[in-house]
């Protein structure tokens, strides 16, 4: 796990390393008491949801385990 401190604004990529290619950009909206607002933006093809929902989505697919 790699762990940041970013400031409101400021962006940090995923990227593969094999070809350089950007698969999503994270960015600290906002800031609001002990929570951070993120966005995220990544091509079509990528999937983003929060932990629960995705492990929700896989036990009624019955399919992999959970993240």
Do not use: H
Request: charged share 35%.
């Amino acid at each position: 796990m790699l762990v940041l401190s970013r400031k409101k604004g400021q962006e940090t990529v995923i990227f593969n390393k094999a070809t350089g290619e950007v698969i999503a950009r994270l960015m600290i909206v906002e800031f609001r008491g002990d929570k951070a607002k993120i966005g995220l933006t990544a091509g079509d093809d990528i999937g983003i949801d929060r932990v629960e929902i995705y492990n929700e989505r896989q036990a009624k697919k019955n399919l992999s385990p959970e993240v």
